[in-house]
């Protein structure tokens, strides 16, 4: 399969950049990956779904003046079951997989947000309130996800955060979760692995 002409993954990425098709020796190898994986077993895509609660459209977050910060739409080109010829299968059914986006219910107490960021947002609920694992990137997405589970599970508080590594999609979206004050305050716990902070920075 190629991209048609038209298509906007086709444009050059800067003035004067020429893109040119994969070559044969890439075509070829990702064919026999193709002939060699049996991708009529799509189990993979109910898994992916299981325990879906709610999202919203695309996944689409924008700021207060409707910029968008993170949209999925961008990746509708994905909607194409057959990966083209310059990419391998696998990776182009994994692309395909991560377009699924929302709140999951994992088990009992356990729910994840998926697919509004680079990172999953994960949600345990405690018996006082919400311990929240790995923030996301950036406050939108963070506060975007935040939203979506108390749309579906209720307004419960936040009691604790939990940075499991210093790389930034597990902590930048913070503030979207909870402010400076309720941590300064001891109101919400910040729970971080040791040495975090030099790492981080």
Sequence with gaps: AHWPEDDPMNAPQEAGA?????????????????????????????????????????ARITTP??????????????????????????????????????????????????????????????????????????SETAAAALALYRQHRGARPVRCVIYSHSHVDHYGGVEGVITPAQAARGEVQVIAPDGFMEAAI
């Excluded at 070559?23 to 991708?39: I, K, P």
């Excluded at 509708?76 to 182009?92: G, K």
């Excluded at 990172?119 to 694992?133: H, K, M, Q, S």
């Design 65 to 138: 003046d409707g910029r968008a910060i993170w949209d999925l739409s961008a990746f509708a080109f994905l909607e194409q079951t057959e990966s083209p010829d310059s990419v391998h299968p696998s990776l182009w059914r994994q692309a395909r997989l991560n377009r699924i986006h929302g709140l999951f219910k994992v088990c009992d107490r356990l729910y994840q947000v998926r697919g509004f960021d680079i990172a999953n947002l994960t949600i345990i609920e405690g018996d006082t309130g919400l311990i929240l694992i790995d923030p996301l990137m950036v």
């Design 18 to 58: 020429v893109l040119k098709p994969a070559s044969r020796q890439t075509c070829q190898v990702n064919a026999a990956q193709t002939a060699r994986l049996d991708f009529s077993d799509d189990r993979c895509f109910d898994e992916a779904q299981r325990g879906f609660v709610g999202s919203i459209p695309d």
